[in-house]
T-cell receptor
Framework: AQSVTQLGSHVSVSEGALVLLRCNYS??????LFWYVQYPNQGLQLLLK??????LVKGINGFEAEFKKSETSFHLTKPSAHMSDAAEYFC????????????FGAGTQVVVTP | EAQVTQNPRYLITVTGKKLTVTCSQN?????MSWYRQDPGLGLRQIYY???????DKGDVPEGYKVSRKEKRNFPLILESPSPNQTSLYFC????????????FGNGTRLTVT
C-alpha cells in the first residue's frame, strides 16, 4: 500500500524567493506521483505529474518536480514565488498496478509575503 | 464547458437524517471518485468507480454509500449521518486511469449536528 508524507504543514516564502515543498512516498511498485494546488473555496487543480520517463517534470505556473527513486521523493519547486502562488499544495501517489486508489498527503499551506 | 458539478455547495443537517450529495460530469469520464477533506489530514478517498456499475472502497468508506447507474453521475449517500462526517467533500473524475489528471468539483461543505 502506498502512503505520502509532506514535510511542513505551513511554509512562508518571500515574493521572488525559491519555493520548495517536500514530498516523500512509500510504494511497493512503480508509483504515479502528482502535485495538486487548491486555491481558497475551490477544488484541486493538477500542477504536474510523473508517470514514466523523464524524472524532472515541468508543470503549470512555473512549477517543476523531480522524481528521485533512491530517495522516494517528489519535491516541488519554483525558482521565484509570486503572490498568486499562495494556496494549499497536495502531493498524491497512486500505484501503477492498482489504479483507482489515490492517496494524498496532508497538504502544505504556502503563504507569500511581499 | 467541461466540468464536475456537485450539489449542494453547503448542507447543514441533523444526526440520522439521510442525505445525498450529487455529482455529475459532462466529459464522458469513466473514472469517478469521492474524497473528504479534513484539516491536517489532506484528502482521503471514500469510494471510487472505474465504470458504470463498478464501484470500490477507498480508505474511509464507513458510513457512506455510492452508486454508478449512469456514466455521468456518481451520488454520495449518507444513510444515517453522524457528526464525525462533518467535512468538506469533493467529487472528481478522470478519463480512464489515474495517469490522467483528476477534474474536481468545487466541493460540498457538510455539517452534521
Amino acid at each position: 500500500a502506498q502512503s505520502v508524507t509532506q514535510l511542513g504543514s505551513h511554509v512562508s516564502v518571500s515574493e521572488g524567493a525559491l519555493v520548495l515543498l517536500r514530498c516523500n512516498y512509500s510504494s511497493s511498485v512503480p508509483p504515479y506521483l502528482f502535485w495538486y494546488v487548491q486555491y481558497p473555496n475551490q477544488g484541486l487543480q493538477l500542477l504536474l505529474k510523473y508517470t514514466t520517463g523523464a524524472t524532472l517534470v515541468k508543470g503549470i505556473n512555473g512549477f517543476e518536480a523531480e522524481f528521485k527513486k533512491s530517495e522516494t521523493s517528489f519535491h516541488l519547486t519554483k525558482p521565484s514565488a509570486h503572490m498568486s502562488d499562495a494556496a494549499e499544495y497536495f502531493c498524491a501517489v497512486s500505484e501503477s498496478d492498482s489504479w483507482g486508489k489515490l492517496q494524498f498527503g496532508a497538504g502544505t499551506q504556502v503563504v507569500v509575503t511581499p | 464547458e467541461a466540468q464536475v458539478t456537485q450539489n449542494p455547495r453547503y448542507l447543514i443537517t441533523v444526526t440520522g437524517k439521510k442525505l445525498t450529495v450529487t455529482c455529475s460530469q459532462n466529459m464522458n469520464h469513466e473514472y469517478m471518485s469521492w474524497y473528504r477533506q479534513d484539516p491536517g489530514l489532506g484528502l482521503r478517498q471514500i469510494y471510487y468507480s472505474m465504470n458504470v456499475e463498478v464501484t470500490d472502497k477507498g480508505d474511509v468508506p464507513e458510513g457512506y454509500k455510492v452508486s454508478r447507474k449512469e456514466k455521468r453521475n456518481f451520488p454520495l449517500i449518507l444513510e444515517s449521518p453522524s457528526p464525525n462526517q462533518t467535512s468538506l467533500y469533493f467529487c472528481a473524475s478522470t478519463r480512464d486511469s489515474l495517469a490522467s489528471p483528476l477534474h474536481f468539483g468545487n466541493g460540498t461543505r457538510l455539517t452534521v449536528t
